[in-house]
């Protein structure tokens, strides 16, 4: 269980990180990547975070936002350092958030359940 510093630590690192992808990173396989920071998980002692990112482009392409992100890293580390008071600023590991997938997939099995059950009868 996340204490309350890293649970503050991790959302000013999303919303900062946020901020930076989306104003200042020019990379070109970024381009219409629109990438949205979806959660940011820093470990207990502070100095590693796992950045969960979505991007809009097809699925074949997220290797390749995630290694521009990836080499971003040194950039966005020091970016954060000016922008934010911590004492250390976390290592970043960009990870694909897959969770509104498995969302959306369990809908469908939901869905899908729910037409082949027949409706119970009425009393």
């Known amino acids: 269980m996340a204490s309350r510093r890293q649970e503050r630590v991790s959302e000013?690192?999303?919303?900062?990180?946020?901020?930076?992808?989306?104003?200042?990173?020019?990379d070109e396989r970024l381009a219409d990547a629109m990438v949205n920071v979806t959660d940011v998980v820093v470990s207990q002692d502070l100095r590693n975070a796992r950045v969960y990112v979505e991007h809009a482009?097809?699925?074949?392409?997220t290797r390749s936002v995630?290694?521009?992100?990836?080499?971003?890293?040194?950039?966005?580390r020091q970016s954060l350092a000016r922008n934010l008071s911590l004492r250390y600023i976390p290592e970043l590991t960009f990870h694909l958030d897959t969770s509104s997938e498995r969302g959306r997939r369990i809908d469908e099995l939901l869905n899908t359940i729910a037409h082949d059950i027949p409706p119970?009868?009425?009393p």
Request: charged fraction near 15%.
């Open 12 to 26: 000013m690192l999303r919303e900062e990180l946020s901020l930076l992808i989306s104003t200042e990173l020019t």
């Open 120 to 122: 119970s009868p009425q």
């Open 66 to 76: 995630l290694q521009a992100l990836g080499h971003a890293g040194g950039y966005l």
């Open 57 to 61: 482009l097809p699925p074949e392409s």
